[in-house]
């Protein structure tokens, strides 16, 4: 299984971006799928995620909309009004089974750079 973002890059403080993360592989099914984020010297923190629910960190309610498309096997994360502590590496995530056992498995993106200039 793999995921692969995209979309990531510069953009002003007050812009918008869009970023995309697919799935492929061996997939039976996706439960959560999600966006973190590590800046430089901070931990991974999370984003935002979606399953049957959306669930946002509080710093980016209001800007940020995390969507999916099932058929795809993808996942978004629509980012409006970017500020420069948006900036960091965005990494998606996704639970997923690969086959008719029980066992979900956690996996994730390599990364996707976004950089906000003020």
């Known amino acids: 299984v793999q995921l692969v973002e995209s979309g990531g890059g510069l953009v002003q403080a007050g812009g918008s971006l869009r970023l995309s993360c697919s799935a492929s592989g061996t997939i039976f099914a996706i439960s959560t799928m999600g966006w973190y984020r590590q800046a430089p010297g901070k931990q991974r923190e999370l984003v935002a995620t979606?399953?049957?629910?959306?669930v946002y960190a509080d710093s980016v309610k209001g800007r940020f909309t995390i969507s999916r498309d099932n058929a795809k096997n993808t996942v978004y994360l629509q980012m409006n009004r970017v500020k420069p502590e948006d900036t960091a590496v965005y990494y998606c995530?996704?639970?997923?089974?690969?086959?008719?056992?029980?066992?979900?498995?956690?996996?994730w993106g390599q990364g996707t750079q976004v950089t906000v200039s003020s």
């Open positions: 979606i399953s049957s629910t959306t």
């Open positions: 995530s996704a639970r997923i089974r690969r086959g008719l056992g029980p066992a979900w498995y956690d996996y």
